[in-house]
T-cell receptor, first 118, second 112 residues
């Protein structure tokens, strides 16, 4: 069974540009999570999508946005890139749904997209 | 809000040494606790988990016990190997929450 896949592996942009990162969840998973791993800041939660809807977001400005498609894959868009957006962006998927909140569903992580803003 | 604090790295040990990486947490209610590992050039992998007080998670020789009285979830291994060199993240998930809160990670170097 294929794991979570992300593309591209690396992305280089300049300040002010827009970046689009993509994630394909494990087959059958409906939830996708995005995390940012910036140097010195650890892993921080960005966004959670389930069944096509944004369910929760972390403490990030509105220029971080995304969406989830009918096939449950997801895009993360970062507008007006700043130097401090340089980070590894990790996507995770899980068997999740509002009906499943009573039990823990493991989040499986992809290899990440390394975004460098020059 | 919920938070996780883990010991700063890097931690450097010789092969076959005993490992402890300390982790404490702050959370309301009864969170689930995790240790994730990130090997060089790879994504995160769940190493072990515990979902209620006094539970012991274990995998690949690593263990951690959910201690509610001390709000801790320390990671231990009796005899480390060079292949254990990686970054280890302690994490929690609230019982009414969806996102995972991570510690800042501890880089572990094992010398042959």
């Amino acid at each position: 069974e294929a794991g979570v896949t992300q593309s591209p592996t690396h992305l280089i942009k300049t300040r002010g540009q827009q970046a689009t990162l993509r994630c394909s969840p494990i087959s059958g998973h409906t939830s996708v999570y995005w995390y940012q791993q910036a140097l010195g800041l650890g892993l921080q939660f960005l966004l959670w999508y389930d069944e096509g809807e944004e369910r929760n977001r972390g403490n990030f400005p509105p220029r971080f946005s995304g969406r989830q498609f009918p096939n449950y894959s997801s895009e993360l868009n970062v507008n007006a890139l700043e130097l401090e957006d340089s980070a590894l962006y990790l996507c995770a998927s899980s068997l999740e749904g509002l009906a499943g909140r009573s039990s823990y569903n493991e989040q499986f992580f992809g290899p990440g997209t390394r975004l460098t803003v020059l | 809000g919920n938070s996780v604090t883990q010991m700063e790295g890097p931690v450097t040990l010789s092969e076959e040494a005993f490992l402890t990486i300390n982790c404490t947490y702050t959370a309301t209610g009864y969170p689930s606790l995790f240790w994730y590992v990130q090997y060089p050039g790879e994504g995160l992998q769940l190493l072990l988990k515990a979902t209620k007080a006094d539970d012991k998670g274990s995998n690949k020789g690593f263990e951690a016990t959910y201690r509610k009285e001390t709000t801790s979830f320390h990671l231990e291994k009796g005899s480390v190997q060079v292949s254990d060199s990686a970054v280890y993240f302690c994490a929690l998930r609230g019982n009414r929450d969806d996102k995972i809160i991570f510690g800042k990670g501890t880089r572990l170097h094992i010398l042959p």
